[in-house]
């Protein structure tokens, strides 16, 4: 176990103890901004997005990446972080707001100028909805010198495993209309949500599908993940929704993925599109993907969730998905991080970096 610096687990407490809830990140966007200013050589902010940069001295160009929101409380006392025995306890302490920690720690005890890389620090809002609100590609826009970047580490929870490419992830309502009745009556009209049966059949049986990319297993899977429909006890429906969650592996096309959801939802009446954000592919062959796994020893893994990855990949910039946040406290009731992890999540980035 590495045991991390007292000032890590308090800067990991402070982030914690500011609410940032998806679009309210202007007060933890103030306190990082403060912290960024008084040791990088620059810094811009766009909205609740920040941008900061090192010395530049024509090395390879690292960011440090991580979004500053989390998902919604599900109790008040989520606000209140707290030391728990060998946790850390609180709203994004593993997705991520100990991957931000550990980050800001490079940036005010590091020596940059040691370092045979040049690193930038990428914080953005609203990660965790819709792809369309996310702040990543606007703070791009605002800081063209972000391009630069030869490697971002998105700080997202790994245990501490380099979690190479990531899945796609897109979202579809399913509408399937029929005719009213009185439910004492059910032949006089024609039941919607029983249309939908043999489409919730086939998922039901539906295994994931492998899809092997770069020696590493992705699997595709479907989900139906919201459902409404009826307007009464004793009144057959006559209309009924799904939300379907589509996970696909890189290499597919939107054409593609959207003609198998259509095929698979051939009896309702209507398939809209509500969110596509795309797949990207592991990068394992990049150089500093390389140094970053000689040096550190992780285990290198494929990652099955979606991640900011794909939006970097769409635009030329290699990333990975690599944070000391445990995958399963991700938008857990009481999340927490485990102190060991956190630890070792920072003396891993210092091992990277050669700091």
């Given at each position: ?10 800067l ?189 059949s ?27 429909g ?30 198998e ?6 009896e ?13 592919p ?55 991080i ?18």
């Open positions: 176990m590495t045991a991390p610096p007292k000032s890590l687990l308090d990991t407490l402070e982030l914690l103890a500011i609410p940032s809830v998806i679009g309210n990140e202007r007060a933890i966007a103030d306190a990082v901004e403060t912290r960024l200013r008084s040791l990088a050589a620059r810094v811009v902010r766009h909205q609740n997005s920040l941008a900061a940069f090192g010395p530049r001295r024509g090395k390879p160009l690292v960011a440090l990446v991580g979004h500053l929101d989390t998902v919604a409380a599900a109790e008040e006392a989520a606000f209140v972080p707290r030391l728990e025995g060998a946790r850390i306890v609180g709203l994004g302490s593993s997705d991520m707001k100990g991957a931000i920690a550990c980050d800001l720690w490079i940036l005010e005890h590091l020596d940059l100028s040691a370092l045979d890389l040049d690193l930038a620090w990428v914080l953005y809002e609203k990660e965790e909805g819709p792809i369309a609100d996310n702040g990543l590609l606007p703070l791009i826009e605002a800081v063209p010198e972000l391009r630069e970047v030869d490697l971002a580490i998105c700080g997202e929870p790994t245990d501490n495993a380099v979690q190479l490419g990531c899945m796609g992830s897109a979202h579809a309502r399913v509408v399937f209309t029929g005719r009213a009745a009185h439910s004492a009556r059910p032949w006089q009209g024609e039941n919607a949500v029983h249309k939908a049966a043999g489409m919730l086939a998922l039901a049986s539906r295994a994931p599908r492998e899809v092997m990319l770069d020696g590493l297993p992705f699997r595709e899977v479907i989900s139906a993940t919201l459902a409404h009826g307007r009464s006890r004793n009144v057959v429906p006559d209309r009924f929704e799904l939300n379907l969650n589509i996970r696909f592996a890189a290499g597919r096309s939107r054409a593609n993925v959207e003609a959801v259509r095929a698979l939802a051939s309702a009446s209507e398939v809209n599109w509500i969110d596509f954000a795309p797949a990207a592991p990068r394992g062959d990049h150089a500093l993907v390389r140094r970053l796994v000689q040096r550190t020893g992780a285990a290198v893994e494929p990652k099955q969730a979606w991640t900011d990855v794909a939006q970097l990949s769409q635009i030329g910039i290699a990333a990975v998905n690599f944070g000391p946040g445990e995958q399963a406290q991700a938008h857990q009731r009481g999340e927490s485990s102190v060991e992890l956190l630890g070792n999540g920072l003396e891993l980035r210092r091992k990277f970096l050669g700091g």
